[in-house]
């Protein structure tokens, strides 16, 4: 069990605040200090590195590719990736001839537990507005260059539910293990914009795109 902080401690009047209303849940029953430290050591857990891990197995377990397409929340616990508390996670796969977009055309609902805190283009209105707009030529503007007749499916995520994708595995990684085909996971590869390579490259800065 962690120990309330000291107010003596206390940098900002924020931070007083926060101890003061968790002084008052726990008083009341609501919280204890255990769930929260809980609760904070799984938020700081959060990253795209979840979600890496999770579509790096889709790629060589089957049946955990199926779990994830139709329970993505299921999916992520069974990898010890805590969701308590978070929004339904839907998978979209992308396959030949179909590739999915992910936008929250409202604010910047995000699947946080298994990508972290959303980038600042995806919170944008230029991203948003785009998405729904002119998704080919925003996800070009990241380099993505889908095949001819490829059709573009953008999904909403909203408060009540989340999404992310599950990317298609590079056609040059046969005999790769989980951590390697991991390795090859953007963040960008889970939301749309980009595919993964069989070279790892740096999504760009996250205040530059779109423009």
Known sequence: MTSRPDPALLATPAEELFAALLAVLAAKGMVSEAELAARIQSTDAASPAQGARMVARAWVDPGYRALMLADGTQAAEALGIPMLGAPPLG???????????????????????????????????????????DPAGLIAEWGTVLPPGTEIVVVDSTADYRWMVLPQRPPDTAGWDEAALASLVREGDMIGVTVPGSMPEPMPERGGKPG
């Not at 590739?99 to 209105?125: I, M």
């Open 91 to 133: 998978v979209l796969e992308n396959r030949p001839g179909r590739h999915h977009l992910v936008v929250c055309t409202l604010c910047s609902c995000y699947p946080r537990a298994v990508l972290g805190y959303p980038p600042f283009w995806f919170k944008s209105a230029a991203y948003r507005a785009r998405a729904a707009r």
